[in-house]
């Protein structure tokens, strides 16, 4: 399994809009091990982050804004590009289902949310392969906004 970190740092989320998406590509499968979300605001409000599987694709992705990158990282330098993609905004939004499948609470003024898929990856977050294709793509998108945050996904690629 190929490692990669998708990380977008101290952002403040847009209602309505995703954080950070990440699309499978045709052929390879990825599923999502470890989620770190930390506020990164300077005063205590509560903001809540949703997972949510998209049921729409979005039309025209773009990978980064605001100066903040959001290419895979390979956790080991000598592995390949990672074969999925990461989005943060979009010409027309993905649609999502009206509930996450996983939540991140999170204070804004530091507290962390750190979640890790157990050793036997039996509740790792899985996306099939396909491509732009709605069951291929995992959104990071805000239920509620106080502050800033920096949200980091580390994706497993087979």
Known sequence: MLL?????SNAL??????FLTISGNATRSYCILELDCEGAGTASAYTEMGVFRTTTVGVTPTNTTAGNAGFPTPVNPAQPAAGFTTAFVWTTQPVLPATPFHTMPVNSNGQRYFWRAMPNLSNALWSPGGGLVAAASVS????????NITLRAQVGEI
């Open 4 to 8: 990669y970190n998708c990380t977008r």
């Open 13 to 18: 989320p847009v209602s309505a809009q995703d």
């Open 140 to 147: 990071f998108r805000p239920i509620t906004i106080s502050g």
